[in-house]
């Protein structure tokens, strides 16, 4: 029996190569994976004298030879094919133990420049493993460290790897030379500013199986980007409490997009994907208590986004209330141990920052992927114009500025009502626009009076101004654009309302 090793990743590949020589195959290597056996006493053939070849290119070529790949490809039980190996003198390979240069790696790396990417493509590595998995009729190839302890121990009991276990380690194969050619096509793509090419490959690596779905008969998994984002859920640290859900990870990151938003401290309160109470203020406490007050009925149970440090003032605060997760950048000691009581609340830490770059944004569809650019348009974007009689006062424009900013993350059609730095009424999700209204006002009630309103798209009749007149709202952003939008400037004029267009609308779907 032969085997071809030839590793980057090279943890346990020595007591691995060690067990096979013992097991009686032979092992042919390569580059550095060569010489870390060799010193560690491991006897093993060198490529070249297999190919009767030099490695050469700098190591670019070493290991496309036919003594190679004839070694690989040759079908055992095709009597052609094994004739053709005796004429050539070609010896089958019957295990590969390979894994590819570090491109990953590599790009993540601060300062790698274009040229240091290109080199790490590798080409003999995925050839060899292809070569292998394509014919695993008869060849076992291996690609992950965590199946070195399969591949032996089938070896020790039966003397050969079964059929089974070498089509799964097949399909590995291909799942890692997939993944890694995605890696390389997308790093190229972006590298010459193609946004939107003929086909869209992405790939994302197991972070862990979730115990369920949305609902408990749904099957669930988390996966992460392979190049870790540090201001992400999937990069989160979890300092305390059980395992994340699947609605757990949907809802904190609708948290993190909102709160990201926020330069000044802020806290947001979420429930089933939609922000159900924001408050900013001059201090962590002061925001949180707004965000509680927004809505203290819909927080039970939710999520709570903060952009500042968690001190031991709120985490008193927080400690009263029921809910599932606490984001923050960091906790105090006094804060963490108060939280900590409760066995299983979630406290996750992550940098939260203000978002420059524009990441792609990914939904799945029945046979297809949407894919676009994800909504980073703020307020300082728009072309704001005033058609109304009466301009906004100074604390009017800070609570249209709350609103704006909130709404664009609520579930169209959707209605947000701020006052006082701090929501007091969301409609969201609703067949049409003056529904969402209604149902924002009458959240809100009395504290709709001396609001300011905002709206995800333009109002297409007056009715939601009407609405929000008569209850007491003074002071309305949105994108207009509508043909009848002269009806709510006038409905709008007639209540003295100051109404404030954007030009830009915000659909949440």
């Given amino acids: 029996m032969r085997a071809i090793v030839s590793v980057s990743n090279k943890e346990g590949i020595v007591p691995f190569v060690q067990q096979l020589v013992e097991l009686g195959v032979e092992v042919i290597s390569t580059g550095g994976t060569k010489k870390v056996l060799q010193e560690n006493g491991v006897n093993v053939i060198s ?53 590819l240069y570090p491109f990953k790696e590599t790009i993540a790396k601060e300062g790698t420049t ?84 003929e086909s869209f490959t992405v790939t994302y690596e197991k972070k862990q199986d979730l115990r369920y779905g949305e609902n408990p008969h749904q099957k669930a998994a988390f996966y992460e980007a392979p190049l870790r984002a540090d201001n992400s859920i999937a990069s989160a640290t979890q300092l305390h409490g059980k395992e994340l859900s699947y609605n757990n990870i949907n809802d904190a990151e609708a948290a993190l997009q909102i709160i990201k938003d926020f330069t000044e401290p802020a806290v947001v309160a979420v429930k089933h994907m939609n922000p159900c109470g924001v408050g900013v203020g001059v201090t962590t406490y002061e925001a949180f208590v707004r965000a509680y007050e927004a809505d203290p009925v819909s927080i039970f149970g939710g ?27 960091s906790f105090t000691e006094e804060a963490e141990q108060i939280l900590t009581k409760k066995k299983n609340i979630r406290l996750l830490t992550l940098p939260i920052e203000t978002e420059t770059a524009i990441e792609t944004r990914f939904t799945s569809v029945r046979g297809g992927l949407l894919v676009q650019d994800e909504d980073t348009y703020t307020l300082e974007d728009a072309t704001i114009s005033i058609p109304t009689k009466r301009q906004p006062t100074d604390a009017e424009w800070q609570d249209l500025k709350l609103a704006w900013q909130v709404v664009k ?42 609001s300011a309103l905002g709206s995800d798209a333009f109002f297409p009749m007056d009715d939601t101004v009407e609405a929000a007149a008569k209850a007491g709202v003074t002071a309305i952003i949105q994108p207009g654009g509508s043909i009848r939008d002269e009806d709510s400037i006038k409905k709008a004029d007639e209540y003295g309302i100051a109404m404030v267009l954007t030009g830009v609308r915000h659909f949440k779907h």
């Fill in 47 to 99: 490529i070249s004298e297999v190919t009767g070849f030099p490695e050469i290119l700098d190591g670019r070529v070493k290991t496309l030879h036919p003594n190679i790949h004839g070694g690989l490809l040759a079908r055992r039980a095709d009597e052609n094919h094994q004739q053709q190996l005796n004429e050539h003198n070609i010896t089958p390979i019957d295990i590969v133990v390979v894994n």
């Fill in 409 to 450: 993350h609520v579930k169209s059609n959707a209605i947000v009502l701020a006052k006082d730095k701090r929501t007091v009424g969301i409609g969201a999700g609703q067949m049409n626009r003056v529904g969402a209204a209604n149902i924002a006002l009458h959240q809100a009630g009395k504290l709709a009076e001396g």
């Fill in 114 to 197: 274009f040229e240091d990417a290109i080199e790490n493509i590798d080409i003999g590595g995925p050839t060899m493993l292809r070569a292998s998995a394509k014919n695993h009729e008869s060849v076992t190839v291996v690609v992950d460290p965590t199946d070195y302890e399969t591949v032996l121990g089938e070896l020790k009991e039966n003397g050969s790897v079964n059929k089974e276990t070498r089509q799964r380690l097949a399909a590995k194969v291909f799942r890692h030379t997939a993944a890694y050619d995605a890696m390389i096509s997308n790093y190229l793509t972006e590298s010459v500013n193609e946004t939107f090419p």
């Fill in 303 to 329: 999520i709570v986004a903060f952009n500042t440090e968690v001190d031991e003032e709120t985490a008193q605060r927080l400690h009263e209330i029921f809910l599932e997760i606490i984001i923050a950048p």
